[in-house]
Antibody
Framework: EVQLVESGGGLIQPGGSLRLSCAAS????????MSWVRQAPGKGLDWVSV???????YYADSVKGRFTISRDNSKNTLYLQMNSLRADDTAVYYC???????WGQGTLVTVSS | QAGLTQPPSLSKGLRQTATLTCTGN????????AAWLQQHQAHPPKLLSH???NRPSGISERFSASRSGNTASLTISGLQPEDEADYYC???????????FGGGTKLTVL
């Protein structure tokens, strides 16, 4: 059964950094395109970043220059390095495969002093 | 980045048919179609329809997606109580090189 399991969320002060992980099972992440999507409390879905099979990466304007998406093929794991975090980055962060066929359960990131 | 446009809410009766719409432009919906997602409170989204309007395995035939120009539609027939949820459309925008989402439609089944 395909599974995506996010981890690495938590409470962080503004300006801090976090790295989120998304461990995939029963498929190979490098054979698919993988995205990070976030959802602020009570709000809609907000795309963050994508990494395509060939390694090309793209970011939402709101996170460009602060967040970095990457993958470790040997660990079959997707990452999101988040730097210079702001209060408006507070959200549940999901990883998703392709056009949303599979989603993880999400990990909560709270940016607050 | 500009998103896709969805009506914020829709109310329909039990066993009725609901049609949800998602409007974009020629760089996103009109170019590559839109995927449809369903989200119940405190759960991750679930894909109802791929961008090519095909349903993933396990998705009920009551959910049917289509597209006309820059507008995508999701039709839900025979509404059930469990269909009450938030529905989102998403598409790749080739001009922005970004995924864009609609703001979501909250469907209430009366």
């Amino acid at each position: 059964e395909v599974q995506l399991v996010e981890s690495g969320g938590g409470l962080i002060q503004p300006g801090g950094s976090l790295r989120l992980s998304c461990a995939a099972s029963e498929f190979t992440i490098s054979d698919n395109y993988m995205s990070w999507v976030r959802q602020a409390p009570g709000k809609g879905l907000d795309w963050v970043s994508v990494i395509f099979r060939g390694g090309n990466t793209y970011y939402a304007d709101s996170v460009k220059g602060r967040f970095t998406i990457s993958r470790d093929n040997s660990k079959n794991t997707l990452y999101l390095q988040m730097n210079s975090l702001r209060a408006d980055d507070t959200a549940v962060y999901y990883c998703a495969r392709d056009d949303g066929r599979y989603w993880g359960q999400g990990t909560l990131v709270t940016v607050s002093s | 980045q500009a998103g896709l446009t969805q009506p914020p809410s829709l109310s329909k009766g039990l066993r009725q048919t609901a049609t949800l719409t998602c409007t974009g432009n020629s760089n996103n919906v009109g170019n590559q179609g839109a995927a449809w997602l369903q989200q119940h409170q405190a759960h991750p989204p679930k894909l109802l329809s791929h961008r090519d309007n095909n349903r993933p395995s396990g998705i009920s035939e009551r959910f049917s997606a289509s597209r006309s120009g820059n507008t995508a539609s999701l039709t839900i027939s025979g509404l059930q109580p469990e269909d009450e949820a938030d529905y989102y459309c998403s598409a790749w925008d080739s001009s922005l090189s970004a995924w864009v989402f609609g703001g979501g439609t909250k469907l209430t089944v009366l």
